[in-house]
């Protein structure tokens, strides 16, 4: 199946997306972690858009996207999925969100209720006080001093290798391409989540929610069960084998996950 690319002129600039479906069907928006792009969904689009309208976007900052002039929030990433939305007539969509695109996806639901839906949050923290003081406290996640060498290259890649299959050299190098690409920072997009209160936004949600637990991700599968008990509607699944690039990872398991849950709401 044809994956169709394009860019919409925003209020960031140039905001680029791809999809895949037939453009009448029901739409899917998909919402990447950081620092990666669509391509974390290009197995999974073709898949969905055999059925709905699957549409991947990169946020603003990374893939092909314009980062704007205000600073990156999960907040100004969800009204800029919704400009998208709105460029492209679509009224109402589910909206699937892995890592950060899991938190800018509940901030969609929140801000623009009419807009979303269904959620899909796969790999989502639940950004609390507690998370913030956690992340304050930590480590950066992703960034690496250039090196005249390239060795810097190698480090990034480090950074991520343990939390990634081990046969899988190909995940980690999308991995690296995208985060190379980013006109962002590299750390935007983790910062943007650390800060995030979502213990004050995720009242707000109340349509129906699957959570999609990667249990071989240290990272988000613990906080699946905080997500569940602030979610009225909400729902557990657990991909088997999962890890941090569950989407480009286990691209079927994840596609059936989600398309079983929007075949019971239809």
């Known amino acids: 199946m044809t994956i169709r690319r394009a ?64 600073p990156a929030s999960i907040e100004q990433w969800a009204h800029v999925a919704c400009e998208l939305l709105e460029s492209l007539s679509l009224r109402q969509v589910d909206v699937v969100g892995h890592h950060t695109g899991g938190v800018i996806a509940l901030e969609l639901a929140a801000s623009f209720p009419d807009r979303v839906r269904s959620l899909v949050l796969s790999s989502t923290p639940y950004t609390d006080a507690a998370f913030r003081l956690a992340r304050a406290h930590s480590p950066a996640i992703d960034h690496v001093e250039p090196s005249a060498d390239g060795s810097h290259l190698m480090a990034l890649w480090q950074r991520r290798q343990g939390f990634y299959p081990a046969n899988r050299p190909d995940l980690l190098q999308a991995f690296v391409l995208d985060a190379l690409k980013a006109s962002g920072g590299l750390e935007d997009g983790h910062r943007a989540v650390a800060s995030y209160r979502m213990e004050e936004r995720i009242g707000r949600v109340q349509q129906p929610t699957l959570i999609i637990r990667a249990p071989d991700d240290p990272f988000a599968s613990p906080h ?6 602030h979610l009225a509607r909400a729902r557990l699944v657990d991909i088997a084998g999962a890890m941090v690039p569950l989407p480009d990872q286990l691209p079927e398991p994840f596609a059936r996950a989600v398309l079983e849950f929007l075949r019971e709401l239809a």
Do not use: N, W
């Open 7 to 70: 860019f919409a002129d925003l209020s960031v600039g140039q905001v680029h997306y791809a999809e895949c479906g037939k453009r009448e069907a029901p739409a899917v928006l998909l919402l990447h972690q950081s620092p990666r792009s669509y391509a974390e969904y290009r197995a999974v689009l073709p898949l969905i858009g055999a059925e709905r309208r699957a549409i991947a976007m990169d946020t603003a900052g990374f893939g092909d996207s314009a980062a704007g002039d205000l």
């Open 224 to 229: 699946a069960h905080e997500l569940m008990q």
